[in-house]
């Protein structure tokens, strides 16, 4: 079974990474009831808590990565990451 590995870096008080936080958390729930569907992890970073990451993201936030890489930033497009994550199956 293929895995991906999900990081939501965000802060407090952010109303757009609410908003991932939310169409996150529902492309997680979705895509479990499916067979072809990679097993996947969500960890979320805040970069209060991490200088190089408030250097690189700060202006950026939410920003999704998948398996390391940057996925998407600002708005997470549940169709796109839906199609993501599948592909990794």
Not at 10 to 35: F, N
Not at 48 to 66: F, G, Q, W
Request: hydrophobic content about 45%; overall charge negative.
């Amino acid at each position: 079974m293929a895995t991906a590995s999900l990081t939501l870096i965000s802060k407090p008080g952010c109303h757009l990474c609410d908003d991932a936080r939310a169409v996150v958390a529902r492309v997680m729930a979705d895509i479990s009831t499916s067979a072809d569907a990679p097993e996947v992890t969500l960890d979320e970073v805040s970069i209060l808590d991490d200088a190089e990451l408030h250097e690189r993201y700060a202006e950026e936030i939410p920003v999704l990565l998948i398996n390391g890489r940057v996925h998407n930033y600002w708005r997470i497009d549940p169709t796109r990451l839906t199609s993501a994550l599948l592909e990794l199956s």
